[in-house]
C-alpha cells in the first residue's frame, strides 16, 4: 500500500485533532484501540501496516495526530507546544470514544499515555519503546558520547530539515539496516518537525514524581536494536506498571514501520485477546 492510498483513509474531526479511524472487519467485543504516535510523525504512522492488520482482526481502531502534526492544527506554533498541549487533546478526544480504550503510545506517546493514566483510568496501555519515567536525559547523554551523528540528525529533524541523503542517518537512530532504500524513501512523508519545548519537558521529567501505574492492565514492549532507548529503560517502565517488559528482536525504535512489524502486531493481537477473552467481555456487559 503507497502512501498516497493511506493518507485517503477515513478521517474525521475532533475539536482541532486529525483523527484516523480504521474500522474492524467485523463486530467486535474488544475495548478501542487508540494509538498515540511519537516524536517526529503523525497518525499516519500507525495505518501504513498496524491498524489494517489489526482492524482485519476484528478490533475498532483510531489514531490521532498530536496538536501541530499532521493535518492537527494548534493555537500556538509547533515549537511552543508543551507536553501538557498534547496532554490535554489526548484527554479531550478520549472522552469522545463509544468506550474506554486502550491506550497504545509509542516513544513520546508513551510518556503522553503515562501522563494521562497519573489522572485517568483506561481499559488498558500498552507501552512501546516508551520514553522512561527518568525521561530523555540518559537517552540523550548516552547518543551524545557514542552517536553524536545520530543526535544530530534527530535535531536537525526537529526542525523538519530532513533531506534525502540524511534520510539514512535517521535510518540509524529508528530502523535496523533490513529495511530497504525503497522502503525508507517511501516513508520520507511520515516524518515531521517536532516541538523542541515538548522534548525538554521530557529531557527534564525525571525531576518529577513517578507514581506507579497498576491500576490498568499493561503491555510493555521494547526494540531489540533501538538506538533510543536501552533494555533497562524499557524495564524501568515495565516496573511502573508492575508488569515484565517483552523485547521484540531484531527491531529498531520505529517498530510499527519496521521490516518485521509483523512481529509487533501478533504481539498486540495476542495480548488483547488473552487480556479480554470474548466470555468476559459479554460478563462485563450483562453486568452493565
Given at each position: 500500500?503507497?502512501?498516497?492510498?493511506?493518507?485517503?483513509?477515513?478521517?474525521?474531526?475532533?475539536?482541532?485533532?486529525?483523527?484516523?479511524?480504521?474500522?474492524?472487519?467485523?463486530?467486535?467485543?474488544?475495548?478501542?484501540?487508540?494509538?498515540?504516535?511519537?516524536?517526529?510523525?503523525?497518525?499516519?504512522?500507525?495505518?501504513?501496516?498496524?491498524?489494517?492488520?489489526?482492524?482485519?482482526?476484528?478490533?475498532?481502531?483510531?489514531?490521532?495526530?498530536?496538536?501541530?502534526?499532521?493535518?492537527?492544527?494548534?493555537?500556538?506554533?509547533?515549537?511552543?507546544?508543551?507536553?501538557?498541549?498534547?496532554?490535554?487533546?489526548?484527554?479531550?478526544?478520549?472522552?469522545?470514544?463509544?468506550?474506554?480504550?486502550?491506550?497504545?503510545?509509542?516513544?513520546?506517546?508513551?510518556?503522553?499515555?503515562?501522563?494521562?493514566?497519573?489522572?485517568h483510568d483506561a481499559a488498558g496501555a500498552i507501552l512501546l519503546a516508551s520514553v522512561p519515567p527518568s525521561g530523555?536525559?540518559?537517552?540523550?547523554?548516552?547518543?551524545?558520547?557514542?552517536?553524536?551523528?545520530?543526535?544530530?540528525?534527530l535535531s536537525q529533524v526537529v526542525w523538519g530539515h530532513i533531506s534525502e541523503a540524511d534520510l539514512y542517518k535517521?535510518?540509524?537512530?529508528?530502523?535496523?539496516?533490513?529495511?530497504?532504500?525503497?522502503?525508507?524513501?517511501?516513508?520520507?512523508?511520515?516524518f515531521q518537525a517536532e516541538s523542541m519545548r515538548a522534548l525538554w519537558d521530557l529531557t527534564l521529567q525525571g525531576?518529577?514524581?513517578?507514581?506507579?501505574?497498576?491500576?490498568?492492565?499493561?503491555?510493555?514492549?521494547?526494540?531489540?536494536?533501538?538506538?533510543?532507548?536501552?533494555?533497562?529503560?524499557?524495564?524501568?517502565?515495565?516496573?511502573?506498571?508492575?508488569?515484565?517488559?517483552?523485547?521484540?528482536?531484531?527491531?529498531?525504535?520505529?517498530?510499527?514501520?519496521?521490516?518485521?512489524?509483523?512481529?509487533?502486531?501478533?504481539?498486540?493481537?495476542?495480548?488483547?485477546?488473552?487480556?479480554?477473552?470474548?466470555?468476559?467481555?459479554?460478563?462485563?456487559?450483562?453486568?452493565?
Amino acid at each position: 500500500m503507497g502512501y498516497s492510498s493511506i493518507v485517503a483513509s477515513s478521517r474525521q474531526a475532533s475539536s482541532q485533532l486529525e483523527v484516523i479511524h480504521t474500522l474492524p472487519s467485523q463486530a467486535s467485543h474488544y475495548p478501542p484501540l487508540l494509538f498515540v504516535h511519537g516524536a517526529y510523525c503523525a497518525a499516519s504512522c500507525w495505518q501504513v501496516h498496524l491498524m489494517p492488520w489489526l482492524a482485519s482482526k476484528g478490533f475498532d481502531c483510531y489514531a490521532i495526530s498530536l496538536p501541530g502534526h499532521g493535518a492537527s492544527t494548534a493555537t500556538n506554533p509547533l515549537p511552543m507546544l508543551s507536553m501538557s498541549d498534547y496532554l490535554a487533546a489526548l484527554t479531550e478526544y478520549v472522552d469522545t470514544l463509544p468506550a474506554s480504550p486502550i491506550l497504545i503510545g509509542h516513544s513520546l506517546g508513551g510518556a503522553l499515555v503515562q501522563q494521562y493514566l497519573e489522572h485517568h483510568d483506561a481499559a488498558g496501555a500498552i507501552l512501546l519503546a516508551s520514553v522512561p519515567p527518568s525521561g530523555l536525559m540518559a537517552s540523550s547523554v548516552r547518543l551524545a558520547s557514542s552517536q553524536p551523528e545520530i543526535l544530530w540528525q534527530l535535531s536537525q529533524v526537529v526542525w523538519g530539515h530532513i533531506s534525502e541523503a540524511d534520510l539514512y542517518k535517521v535510518r540509524d537512530a529508528l530502523f535496523t539496516p533490513h529495511l530497504s532504500q525503497q522502503t525508507l524513501m517511501d516513508y520520507m512523508p511520515l516524518f515531521q518537525a517536532e516541538s523542541m519545548r515538548a522534548l525538554w519537558d521530557l529531557t527534564l521529567q525525571g525531576w518529577l514524581p513517578a507514581p506507579p501505574l497498576t491500576h490498568v492492565p499493561a503491555l510493555v514492549a521494547g526494540a531489540e536494536k533501538d538506538a533510543l532507548f536501552t533494555e533497562e529503560e524499557i524495564a524501568e517502565t515495565a516496573k511502573r506498571f508492575g508488569v515484565n517488559p517483552v523485547m521484540l528482536p531484531d527491531m529498531g525504535h520505529a517498530m510499527m514501520l519496521e521490516h518485521n512489524w509483523l512481529l509487533l502486531a501478533q504481539l498486540l493481537q495476542d495480548w488483547v485477546t488473552r487480556t479480554y477473552p470474548a466470555s468476559q467481555m459479554a460478563d462485563t456487559c450483562k453486568a452493565t
